[in-house]
């Protein structure tokens, strides 16, 4: 390797050649991995020194043994050379030096396949290009003519006599990926697709699909048996949950029950009930705050799921949405912020959510008659509401914090002044309004006026301060 190289960001940001004729001339005619593979191989020779088969297998999501019969598709065209297959060295070859021309097939060695395949195809003529695709297929994957005249008759049996030639390439390119390219494992995969139908069509209906078992479909009910653990019976009432919906539909719940460890039928039910309680109730909250959301499942993973697994009850939560609305926070993040202030201070059932509401309503009106002896005519904010919590804490009653209220008026910053005053009384053990009146008209405190601190009866000097900071432990909030 060169002392000199590219960066892993430079060769991000730069370019890979790719000569036009390869565009033109055999592109159009390869099969989607087979292009995809040459050219992230061209990628790699002129951007990546070192990268293994098994990390191109990663990055394009196809396995190992595909990697090569593509490449032994563009060995036939004289666009590669195969230097070793085990491990795995691919040489690029170029093009304008080779001389090659896209391969033509041989048709004549397909005459039998193409009159097998007309007949098992026999609502429609097969085009030229059709039959080309087929070729193609068999040559890249190696699949057995055989296997493949049984894979389009399986095909038709799903789809009918007029099925599209996608559909046949869909299912042989399936095959094939697993390894399924003679008639003799066709025939035994097959086996398994009939053994399985019956417990796949009951899927099938129970999602109120009226329609034939399909490759997806096989393959997802392997996936879920198989490679999940789950009985057929289990998915059958998974799918019966789901009612009417789609095969993909039914996977993300199946995935869904397997992360949450919920493999028997009573289990799946019970979970479904829950399931479909949360929804619901997620879009009763919605229409309760006139909140739109395209999908539900947000909602009810990040939200709903969370505040019933919390306690809170739907008539709770209802409750809360509709005060929420009322008040201009008609967002669930809103709701949430306030239902995470409840659930703290344990305030989650109904009866203690509106006592809770019916609390803030007394309060509201409480502050606004204070305001009103100190001079103020506004409405109460969190801030007056956290002083009256702090002055209730003290142990002033309400008619203490009246008095207070009515001696602060006329001052500047009335609220700052009646903290000063309840925080005096506080100090002298001042709780009760014969107490407060009796203090506040003794001849000291006729013309006194309070500051923002707290009086105590002694004068700290300044240094006397200072050493009280630097004595003090640090104290924890």
Known sequence: MSFCSFSKEYNSSSFTSVENVFLYAYLPSAGENAVKVYLYGLYL??????????????????????????????????????????????????????????????????????????????????????YSEYFRLMETFNVRPEAMLMIAQYCVDIKGGDIGYKYISAVAKDFASRGITTPEKVEKELENYIVRSGEITAVLQA????????????????????????????????????????????????????????????????????RKYLYELAVKINKQLSYYCDVIDTVVNTYTSKWV?????????????????RHGRKDLADMDELLTK???????DIDSVADYFAGLSEDTAFLKKLLEYAGQIRRPNEWDRQNLKRWRGWGFTDEVIEYAAELSAGKSGPVVYMNAILGSWKNRSVFTLEEAKTIEKTPQNTQKRYSVHFKNERKYTKEELDAIITDVDDIEI
Not at 53 to 78: Q, T, V
Not at 216 to 226: H, I, S, Y
Not at 342 to 348: F, N, R
Request: net charge negative; hydrophobic share 40%; glycine share 6%.
């Open 45 to 130: 020779c002129q951007n990546a020194a070192d990268y293994t088969p098994a990390e191109m297998s990663a990055a394009l999501n196809i396995d190992g043994k595909e990697i090569l019969d593509c490449y032994r598709y563009w060995e036939e065209f004289g666009l590669v050379d195969i230097v070793s297959e085990d491990p795995l060295m691919i040489s690029y070859l170029p093009i304008g030096l080779s001389g090659a021309k896209p391969r033509k097939v041989n048709a004549e060695k397909y005459t039998e396949f193409n009159h097998s395949l007309q007949k098992i195809i026999s609502e429609r003529m097969i085009s030229t290009n059709e």
């Open 207 to 274: 999602l109120s699909l009226k329609r034939r078992p399909e490759i997806e479909d096989v393959n997802l009910f392997a996936k879920w048996t198989g490679e999940l653990g789950f009985e057929p019976q289990a998915v059958l009432q998974a799918a019966k949950s789901v009612k009417k919906g789609s095969i993909r539909k039914l996977d993300e719940l199946m995935m869904e029950l397997y992360a949450n460890k919920k493999f028997e039928p009573k289990e799946i039910a019970e979970f479904a009930k829950s």
């Open 309 to 325: 697994s919390r306690g809170f009850g739907e008539d709770a939560l209802l409750f809360v949405a509709n005060y929420c609305f």
């Open 342 to 348: 409840l659930y703290a201070e344990g305030i989650i």
